[in-house]
């Protein structure tokens, strides 16, 4: 039977970017996906700061395109921030998790694509994992350490859905589409989102440069209950199509693409995170940010962090995986916890006005401010639009008083 140190089922970008760690520091390891290509289940947006490329050594091969505006629209406001150099990058998923695969073959690491996990055991010592490869019979494998990298799936560490911690969930939904000169170059170089209820009750929706004449328009919906909202919502298709008809107003488009899936986040982070030798890293344990749905970059942080705590196991230093769940807390927990609550207003609770309302204090913050609050989650920075509107408002009054008064002199 083939045996290896660690075998890490799902080439998402936690299971790619842990993989090329481990086969990177002289680890056997072994990358298994279920999918034949890389195209097959190429479902994500795709969305990244700049510094995302940096941080994980990512190749300007994945990069798609290059977003140096953002855009935000709700039923009643349009707020739009500019910068002079490239804010971040729409990454082609596709290539993204085929460069990570690539980089553990070069350091020396297997990856195993049309290969499906289909169950675990310990004998002597040592997990067995069978693995049932496309149209062929299972087989066998031996491994030290597993690792569970099949996102929201969760099929290793959480396979039976009534045991599942409380989930926050959404489905989201996207469409590839090829457009003339002129609608790719009024979105090109832009992030453009749009929340509310005219355009996505529920959730939000968007228009992202993929590459040149290429677009990316979708659509994602929370489940619950909203407070004001009655059920009776389109189908998230039909909010798609909306931009199409009425955002973008084009009728001439060829739509090359249709893929989507659903996210669970924990709420609170209650996932499991290891048994044994079993350990689960990326959205098996809610590294996505429920916000934005925002993944990729996080779910890299977790293999990233798992794999030094993998190399202390397999070194003897460590007997079990306790301080990789503490720093995975430490890491996610305080931010992640301010954004389920923001995105459970947002998105299950506050009125369309409301909507529009925090779209105009928004408005008053500088793009750097705009882009650490997105991406970097300093939701101080909110404050400071709401402070900036009151203070405006404060100088507005004085200068009439002064004014009544006959005073020249302008305070502000
Ligand atoms: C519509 C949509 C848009 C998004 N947009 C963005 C965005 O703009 N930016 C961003 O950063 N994030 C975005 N995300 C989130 C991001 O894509 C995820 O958070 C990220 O992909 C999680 O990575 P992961 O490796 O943990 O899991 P995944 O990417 O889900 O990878 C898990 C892998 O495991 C495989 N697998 C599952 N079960 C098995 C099995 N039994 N055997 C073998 N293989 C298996 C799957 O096929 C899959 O390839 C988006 C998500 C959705 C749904």
Known sequence: MKSFDVIIVGAGPAGGHCARQLAGAGISVLLVEQHQTFEANNFSSAVTPME????????????????????IVSTQVRKQWESSTALGAVLNFAKLREFLAGEVTRNGGEVWLGHRYLSHSSQDGETVVMLKPQGKEPIALRTRVLVDATGSARSLLSPHRQKRPDFFSGTGIEYLIKVDDSTYQSCAESLIFFLGHHWMPQGYSWIFPMERNILKVGAARYYGQHQILKDNYPAIKQSIELLIKDYLQIDDYHRLETHGSTLHYSRGLQDIYYRDNLIAIGDAVSSVNC????????????GQIASE?????????????AAYQHHLHQHFKRSWDISERIARKVYLEYSDRRIDQGLAYLGNLEVSEVIELLFSYRFEN????????????????????GQRLGLSSTIG
């Not at 916000?291 to 977790?302: Q, V």
């Not at 190399?311 to 007997?319: F, G, K």
């Not at 400071?384 to 004085?398: A, D, H, M, P």
């Open 52 to 71: 995302t490329l940096a941080q994980f050594e990512l190749s300007e091969s994945v990069v798609g395109s290059f977003w140096n505006q953002l855009v």
């Open 382 to 401: 909110m404050t400071k639009g709401v402070g900036r509107i009151l203070l405006s408002k404060l100088t507005e009054f004085w200068q009439k008083i």
């Open 309 to 321: 705590y993998i190399q202390e196991y397999l070194a003897d230093r460590t007997r079990d995986f």
């Open 291 to 302: 916000l934005g749905g925002e993944g990729i970059r996080h779910g890299m942080a977790s």
